[in-house]
């Protein structure tokens, strides 16, 4: 069956400290991707995706995610994270003809 | 730039009364989503279509739920009755296709007394 993981419920980082937040699937074939933020009271944004192609892709407020097939990861990053970016954050992978399916979410803590 | 509609965003009643919940997709978007969120069980899909055409609702408790969309602008979500446990926040996505980002609207809030 396809599922989707984020390891992490909770992280907190400091202001201006890197952030990598984790996601992995199963099923073997080759999947589309996405990362999603939520901030408190709202619908979930789109971050960035992955079809194919270059397996480092750019998204808004400046995240970055990799796609590793070897690892059947996605995970997301940020060099510098900001008080702001504090929300939860979702994984989403998409196979051909199917749903997407997502993970549990990561809520992410920022410490001034 | 375009994006889904809910409405209403926020509602409260009493058990046991009908709840409709509406959304309004985007303009080309062939497929819409039912998503339900609580604290407990987190983002969980509840329906789904594919140009006005249900594919999945196995994610809805069949008693009480029912998801239509009467035309390609108007997607609902209605609770008769309602109970306590349904209170949540539902959220409607449209995309251009299944495998395509969703686009999630605001979320309606619903509390039942």
């Known amino acids: 069956a396809q599922s989707v993981t984020q390891p992490d419920i909770h992280i907190t980082v400091s202001e201006g400290a890197s952030l990598e937040l984790r996601c992995n699937y199963s099923?073997?074939?080759?999947?589309?991707l996405f990362w999603y933020v939520q901030s408190p009271g709202q619908g979930l944004q789109l971050l960035l995706k992955y079809f194919s192609g270059d397996t480092l892709v750019q998204g808004i407020k400046g995240f970055e995610a990799e796609f590793k097939r070897s690892q059947s990861s996605f995970n997301l990053r940020k060099p510098s994270v900001h008080w702001s970016d504090a929300a939860e954050y979702f994984c989403a992978v998409g196979w051909r003809g199917n749903k997407l399916v997502f993970g549990a979410g990561t809520i992410l803590r920022v410490k001034s | 730039d375009a994006r889904v509609t809910q409405t209403p965003r926020h509602k409260v009643t009493e058990m046991g009364q009908e709840v409709t919940m509406r959304c309004q997709p985007i303009?080309?978007?062939?497929?819409v989503f039912w998503y339900r969120q609580t604290m407990m069980q987190g983002l969980e899909l509840l329906a789904y279509f594919r140009n006005r055409a249900p594919l999945d609702d196995s994610g809805m408790p069949k008693d009480r739920f029912s998801a239509e969309m009467p035309d390609a602008t108007l997607a609902t979500l209605k609770i008769q009755p309602s109970e306590p446990r349904d209170s949540a926040v539902y959220f409607c996505?449209?995309?251009?296709?299944?495998?395509?980002?969703?686009?999630f609207g605001d979320g309606t809030r619903l509390s039942i007394l």
């Open positions: 996505a449209s995309g251009p296709s299944l495998n395509q980002p969703q686009h």
């Open positions: 303009l080309g978007h062939n497929t």
């Open positions: 099923y073997g074939a080759t999947p589309y």
